[in-house]
């Protein structure tokens, strides 16, 4: 990746609704400039997806959804690693995010359902019997403050103020 490559990166990871025009304007580049590195960067797989942001607090779909943060230990297979096993957790439907992990656990899954029961119904009936899985540990999730450098929660903040003596 060149530069251009990486300054016109920059202006898409903070706001991907740019044009054509305002990126070639900012970065002095012609417009078929900056669509031919746009281009290249979908092609090649750097840039993957365009998606809008949204308040999970704010969005009636999503602010009554279940949340929940899944530690799995798991048997590594043989010639695959963790890959094999990865691969058929991040299929359902529910799996909203998957990590490999240093540390005390292996895999690090984010779900998502409808209610409690759900999630605890998918976790004991669908990851927690998979082969190869040791061990899981739920945590809901009860509130987001902030995620992917998005601050969602509208902190209170004392307005008085301070008396000195």
Known sequence: MNE??????????????LSINDIAAMTKLEAADVQAIIRQLE???????????????????????V????????T???EHGFDA??????????VKSLYLMSG????????????LKEVAFFVSSKLSTLEGVRSTKTHFILKTYKENDIVYAEMARD???GVTA
């Open 43 to 65: 092609d090649s797989g750097v840039i993957v997806k365009y998606s809008a942001i949204v308040n999970p607090e704010k969005d009636e779909e999503s602010k009554d959804k």
């Open 67 to 74: 949340r929940a943060e899944i530690e799995i230990q798991v």
């Open 104 to 115: 005390g656990y292996d895999l690090k899954v984010i779900i998502e359902g409808d209610n």
């Open 76 to 78: 590594p297979q043989r």
């Open 159 to 161: 307005r008085r103020e």
């Open 4 to 17: 251009h490559s990486e300054e016109i990166l920059a202006l898409l990871r903070e706001n991907a609704r």
């Open 85 to 94: 096993i990865a691969d058929r957790i991040w299929r359902f439907p529910q």
